[in-house]
């Protein structure tokens, strides 16, 4: 596992993903891993907290693991009643694409809940399995 993050808020949000993205440059990239990847990652990760806090309940939690060909996200909430809504289909304006950005950037994506915490995850890959 990489880390486990809790943002109380979007400047934790902020403050985490800078700290996310000094690590990855700074030795904790993985072999193989081209900046392409690393910035499918973050922007997930941002896209995917982001919304946990805007849309979902607190307490938001985030676990980013590594796999044999990339990262592991997930995100959770305590809004296990309320699932992701995509935006298919509508006028950008009012936002809420980034459901839909993860989905076209990443190799493997999906929610679970377990009764009390909403799990929102993706998989990117950077190399080929």
């Keep these: 596992m990489?880390?486990?993050?809790?943002?109380?808020?979007?400047?934790?949000?902020?403050?985490n993903r800078r700290r996310l993205s000094a690590a990855l440059h700074d030795g904790a990239r993985p072999p193989g891993a081209d900046e392409d990847a690393v910035e499918r990652f973050l922007l997930a990760y941002q896209e995917l907290t982001s919304n946990a806090l805007r849309h979902g309940r607190w307490p938001v939690g985030v676990t980013?693991?590594?796999?044999?060909?990339?990262?592991?996200?997930?995100?959770s909430d305590a809004a296990a009643d309320q699932p992701p809504r995509p935006a298919i289909g509508r006028d950008p304006g009012p936002g809420r694409l980034g459901l839909r950005m993860v989905a076209d950037m990443s190799n493997a994506h999906g929610w679970d809940t377990d009764g009390h915490r909403k799990v929102v995850w993706a998989r990117i890959d950077y190399t080929s399995p």
């Excluded at 990489?2 to 403050?15: E, K, N, Q, S, V």
């Excluded at 044999?68 to 996200?73: E, H, I, K, M, P």
């Design 64 to 75: 980013v693991s590594s796999t044999d060909t990339g990262w592991l996200l997930e995100v």
């Design 2 to 15: 990489i880390g486990r993050r809790g943002p109380a808020g979007l400047a934790d949000l902020t403050a």
